[in-house]
């Protein structure tokens, strides 16, 4: 057995980087692919492929952290500092989204009729289906939060709570689904379009990653992998999850709220 002299944990040669990241290619290139041909082939076995290579890297790491026990307290530090440098670099990319709404809405040009939003544009009630979204989101943040406050007190609605924040996240989704499906204008009518679009798009995949997350945290609750002192996976999902709201709350107040008053 090879002596260890260091809090360190070596990662062992693994598949799944260098796999997600040519799924991730094929995303990107099935999302296009999309767009220019209305086949959606590509995006499809490119989101399943991608899923799978999700749980066999997550499967990996619970291996890793519960059963052989290599997260000593500095690797879970490291960890939890790596997640808050994604965390940065996520606020980062949707920053870039929210710039570019505010530059074109601030200063409309002349082929949107000088307004925002453009004339014509029949835009969303922000008093209906966004306004449920906004509570679901909302109640989901204090569903996870006493989900995390029951696992450090050693109580037993961790699971309850979980599994409600689930069902949110889910019908979230749902509702975005309807929402774009009886949308009156597309992600090409102009610039409008285009931007509420990539942006509520964007923010849907990281609610459905974000419930994926909870998803496997729920079966690692279910197997026992947590205790009220170790549940390193829960808290970063917690994070991400309140990172997820957050995010949400901006995103109505810009595009749903403002352009209707």
């Known amino acids: 057995m090879e002596k260890r002299m260091h809090p360190y944990h070596l990662v062992d040669k693994s598949p799944w980087p260098i796999m997600s990241a040519i799924t991730a290619l094929g995303l990107a290139s099935g999302l296009i692919n999309m767009f220019s041909t209305k ?6 076995i490119s989101m399943l492929t991608l899923m799978m290579m999700m749980y ?5 790491v619970t291996r890793e952290s519960t059963y052989q026990g290599k997260h000593t307290k500095k690797v879970m530090n490291g960890i939890k500092f790596g997640m808050l440098l ?9 920053l870039s989204f929210f710039w570019t709404y505010f530059h074109s809405s601030l200063s409309p040009t002349m082929e949107i009729g000088l307004s925002w939003p453009p004339t014509s544009m029949n835009l969303f009630n922000p008093m209906e289906v966004p306004l449920l979204n906004t509570l679901i989101l909302v109640s989901s943040g204090v569903t996870i939060t006493w989900a995390h406050h029951s696992l450090m007190m050693k109580k037993n609605n961790t699971m309850k709570a979980l599994m409600m924040t689930i069902i949110l996240g889910i019908s979230f989704t749902l509702l975005q689904y309807m929402e774009y499906w009886m949308a009156t204008f597309t992600m090409s009518d102009s610039v409008f379009g ?16 974000g419930t994926l997350f909870m998803i496997i945290c729920y079966m690692r609750m279910y197997k026992n992998h947590f205790t009220n ?13 309140h990172f997820v709201d957050i ?15």
């Open 39 to 44: 086949s959606k082939m590509l995006l499809m």
């Open 56 to 60: 066999q890297w997550w499967r990996d």
């Open 86 to 94: 994604f965390i940065f670099s996520e606020i980062m990319f949707f």
């Open 194 to 209: 285009s931007i509420f679009f990539a942006t509520t798009g964007m923010h849907g995949m990281h609610v459905i990653i």
């Open 229 to 241: 002192n170790h549940h390193t996976g829960m808290e970063l999902m917690i994070w991400y999850w």
């Open 247 to 261: 995010v949400w709350l901006f995103l109505y107040m810009s595009y749903y709220w403002w352009p209707s008053m």
